[in-house]
C-alpha cells in the first residue's frame, strides 16, 4: 500500500492537551530504553562510545568503531539526567578523560564545543581548559576558505552558552560566543528561518558551493534553533530567540501529518526538497529537543507540546512502514530510519545513488520530491548519539514543564 505525502498545510493540529503523555513516553520507554542501550554501547575499556551498533546474528548488538563525537552527545544526555536525580549504571569518568584529551590534540571546533557542554554540566574544572583551547583557535572560525558548517556551528554556539550560563570563562567565552552567532547567522536564511548546510567559503567547485548554500539537512535546523536558544539564555539578548522562534515555527508549519520532520530543506523556498529518509533520532530526540530549547529560553511563551507529541507518535505509528518496529527495548535501541533504499545501498545523507543524483538537481531548480511513498526499509543500526539526545529531550521536557503535570 504506498502512503501519499500531503501538502504541507494539509495537517490538523491536535486539541487535546498530551504533555502528560509526552512525559509518560519519555520516562517511562525512551529513558530507561537510552540507558539499557548506553550501557551496551560502552566499548569494553570504558573509554567511549562505539561508533554505531547493528542487529547480530544472536540476537546481541554488534559494536562498530568509536566515536568521539557520539561519546561526547551521550555525555550531554548523562549529565542532563544526573541534574535530575537519575544515576547510570556505568561509568563516564575515563570517557571524559579522553574527550578531553581529544579537545588538546585534534578536534574541530563544533566537537570541542560539545565536549565543553558535557563538562560545563558536570562543573568540572576542566571545562576552562577546553574553553581555552576554543578561544585559541577562534582563527579557524574566521578563515575564509574554510566553510562553516551549520550543525557544527551550533554545538559551539550551545557549547560556549552552557559555559557562560554556568559561569565559565567570563569575557574571553561570551566574546567567542558572540563572534560564533555571526558567523551562525551568515547561514541562515531570514526570509524562511532556514539554515544551509553550510556557509560559502571560497569554494573551487561551484556544484558543491551550490549543494551546500542552498540546501540544509534538518540537523541544519536543530542545531542552530538549539544554540540560538541558549545564546539568548546565556546574554538576555532577545534578538537571537526571536530567530530561534522563527526557524522553530518554520519546522512546525512543515512537520508531516503523521508528524515526520522531513530530511532536506531548500532554504529559499522554505520547503523540503527531499522528504526521505525519516530519521527516528529526528521524531524522539532532535525535533523534540529544538522545539523545547526554544520553549525552555521563552520561560514557556512558546508551546510546542502538540508537535513534540506528534513528533514522539510517530515512532509506534508511521504510515511508511505499518507492520516494522522500530522501538526495540530488550535490545536497548531506536532503529535508525525509514528510508526508500536498502540500507546495504545507501551512501551519503542516507540516499542511494538515483536520490543523491535526484537530490543535486533539487540544488539546482528546486525540484521538490512529492512522490508517493510505496516500499520502505528500515535501516537496523543504532547510534550513541541517538540515546544521548534521547535523554537530553527528556531532561528538557521536564525542564519545561516542571510542576505543571
Not at 498545510?9 to 530507561?32: I, N
Not at 583551547?133 to 554545538?155: M, Y
Not at 534553533?225 to 522553530?248: F, K, R, V
Request: hydrophobic share 40%.
Amino acid at each position: 500500500e504506498s502512503v501519499t505525502i500531503p501538502a504541507i498545510d494539509e495537517k490538523q493540529p491536535l486539541t487535546e492537551p498530551v504533555a502528560g503523555r509526552v512525559r509518560e513516553r519519555f520516562s517511562q520507554e525512551l529513558v530507561p530504553l537510552a540507558y539499557k542501550g548506553l550501557e551496551r554501547m560502552l566499548l569494553p575499556d570504558g573509554s567511549g562510545f562505539c561508533d554505531r551498533a547493528r542487529r547480530g546474528a544472536d540476537g546481541k548488538l554488534d559494536l562498530i568503531g568509536r566515536s568521539q563525537r557520539y561519546s561526547a552527545m551521550s555525555l550531554i544526555g548523562v549529565a542532563l539526567q544526573e541534574r535530575l536525580g537519575r544515576q547510570s549504571s556505568f561509568s563516564t569518568d575515563k570517557v571524559y578523560d579522553c574527550l578531553v584529551d581529544w579537545v588538546d590534540r585534534d578536534a574541530y571546533q563544533g566537537d570541542a564545543g560539545l565536549v565543553l557542554w558535557a563538562l560545563s554540566l558536570q562543573e568540572d574544572p576542566r571545562a576552562e581548559r577546553v574553553l581555552a583551547r576554543i578561544v585559541d583557535r577562534e582563527e579557524q572560525l574566521t578563515d575564509k576558505r574554510t566553510p562553516r558548517n551549520s550543525a557544527s556551528l551550533g554545538w559551539l554556539l550551545t557549547g560556549l552558552s552552557v559555559a557562560i550560563i554556568e559561569g565559565i570563562g567570563g569575557d574571553s567565552a561570551r566574546t567567542t560566543a558572540d563572534s560564533v552567532c555571526r558567523l551562525l547567522l551568515r547561514n541562515r536564511n531570514p526570509a524562511t528561518g532556514l539554515c544551509s548546510l553550510a556557509g560559502a567559503g571560497r569554494r573551487k567547485n561551484i556544484f558543491n558551493q551550490r549543494f551546500n548554500t542552498r540546501l540544509g539537512s534538518f540537523a541544519s535546523q536543530v542545531y542552530p534553533t538549539i544554540g540560538l536558544s541558549y545564546y539568548a539564555l546565556a546574554t538576555g539578548n532577545s534578538e537571537p530567540l526571536d530567530l530561534a522562534e522563527q526557524s522553530a515555527d518554520a519546522l512546525v508549519r512543515l512537520q508531516g501529518r503523521e508528524g515526520q520532520w522531513w530530511w532536506i530543506y531548500d532554504t529559499r523556498a522554505g520547503e523540503p526538497v527531499m522528504r526521505y529518509p525519516v530519521y527516528s533520532i529526528h521524531q524522539d530526540a532532535m525535533g523534540p529537543m529544538a522545539l523545547l530549547a526554544v520553549s525552555l529560553a521563552t520561560e514557556g511563551k512558546k508551546d510546542y507540546t502538540n508537535a513534540v507529541w506528534k513528533s514522539l507518535e510517530w515512532l509506534n505509528q508511521h504510515p511508511e512502514c505499518r507492520d516494522e518496529r522500530l522501538v526495540d527495548p530488550e535490545a536497548g535501541v531506536v532503529w535508525r530510519a525509514i528510508q526508500r533504499d536498502k540500507p546495504t545501498r545507501t551512501g551519503a545523507f542516507g540516499l542511494g545513488a538515483a536520490e543523491i543524483r535526484r537530490l543535486h538537481v533539487s540544488a539546482w531548480t528546486g525540484l521538490v520530491d512529492r512522490r508517493p511513498f510505496a516500499t520502505g526499509y528500515v535501516c537496523e543500526e543504532c547510534r550513541p548519539y541517538h540515546l544521548g539526545w534521547i535523554l537530553v529531550a527528556a531532561a528538557m521536557f521536564e525542564s519545561c514543564h516542571k510542576g505543571e503535570l
